[in-house]
């Protein structure tokens, strides 16, 4: 059983399409994570989720959506896409529990979705 | 500001020896938990070792282990008997109280194991 899927692992989309993709988790966490690795291999948090409530929102354009219905699933809607919008894209997820950070509270990724606009 | 140092872009060891990947990191928050990742090729993250600020004692994890020094806010990741499946990039990252639970990462260090 894979514990946070993402789909579709590989997007190859025009500039100016709109895309989704979807993460789930069966872990049972309670937060959920977008991240975005660039060609330099660097991760950066895009989006947290907790118990369907945003928690981060970095600076990302507002083409960007996350969109959680509930605490298992957290998918990311991109309009309008944009050649500098290909990247890696990493969903996450962990238990937050009541933000003790002295626990291990691991932290879950997914295979990550390969973007890449042309 | 960047909050985690990662000071080597890419570094090389022969199969079976040490190697220590360098990681510091800033933050004035008493509570912090730090992660290192291995990320190989095929591109998954895969987690490696944890080590709380409170942790009195550095972390390991089978040929993992964490030289933690507190007063110099350094998390550097030691691996012992290098094998060639070691090659991949290696993340640190750190999470603090108010960073809403998230990982915020070093630009990582690519390590080669020769043989």
């Known amino acids: 059983d894979t514990a946070v899927s993402q789909t579709p692992k590989y997007l190859v989309t025009q500039m100016g399409n709109d895309k989704s993709i979807k993460c789930e988790q069966n872990l049972g966490h309670d937060t959920m994570y977008w991240y975005k690795q660039d060609s330099k291999k660097f991760l950066k948090i895009m989006f947290s989720y907790n118990n369907k409530e945003l928690i981060i929102n970095e600076t990302v354009p507002n083409r960007f959506s996350p969109k959680s219905p509930d605490k298992a699933h957290l998918n990311l809607h991109i309009n309008s896409l944009e050649l500098g919008d290909s990247a890696v894209y990493f969903c996450?997820?962990?238990?937050?529990?009541?933000?003790?950070?002295?626990?291990?509270?691991?932290?879950?990724f997914g295979s990550g979705t390969r973007l890449t606009v042309v | 500001a960047q909050k985690i140092t990662q000071t080597q872009p890419g570094m090389f060891v022969q199969e079976k020896e040490a190697v220590t990947l360098d990681c510091t990191y800033d933050?004035?928050?008493?509570?912090?938990?730090l992660f290192w990742y291995k990320q190989p090729s095929s591109g998954e993250m895969i987690f490696l070792i944890y080590?709380?600020?409170?942790?009195?004692q550095n972390a390991t994890e089978g040929r993992y282990s964490l030289n933690f020094q507190k007063a110099r806010k350094s998390a550097n990741l030691v691996i012992s008997a290098s094998q060639l499946g070691d090659s991949a990039m290696y993340f640190c990252?750190?999470?603090?109280?108010?960073?809403?639970?998230?990982?915020?990462f070093g630009k990582g260090t690519s390590l080669l194991v020769t043989p």
């Open positions: 933050t004035s928050d008493p509570s912090y938990g």
């Open positions: 996450a997820s962990s238990q937050a529990g009541d933000r003790e950070i002295r626990a291990v509270y691991g932290y879950t």
């Open positions: 990252a750190m999470r603090e109280t108010n960073s809403g639970y998230a990982l915020n």
């Open positions: 080590q709380g600020s409170y942790d009195q």
